[in-house]
């Protein structure tokens, strides 16, 4: 019930709608974020594939 340990994952898919949308600032932006969250919960990112 840890639902911090999805921030990782939200800030991954909302990387992908950035760059699906060129909005390259947001894109950088949410990929960092993920890749903190993912370091400081040593959770993986899921990234099914496309």
């Known amino acids: 019930h840890d639902s911090h340990y999805l921030f990782a994952n939200v ?5 992908i709608l950035a760059h699906r949308n060129d909005q ?4 950088q932006l949410a990929e960092q974020r993920s890749v903190t969250f993912s370091e400081l919960f040593k959770e993986p990112v ?5």
């Not at 800030?11 to 990387?15: E, G, R, S, T």
């Not at 899921?46 to 496309?50: I, L, M, N, T, V």
């Open 11 to 15: 800030y991954y898919l909302l990387a």
């Open 24 to 27: 390259a600032d947001k894109q």
């Open 46 to 50: 899921y990234k099914p594939d496309h």
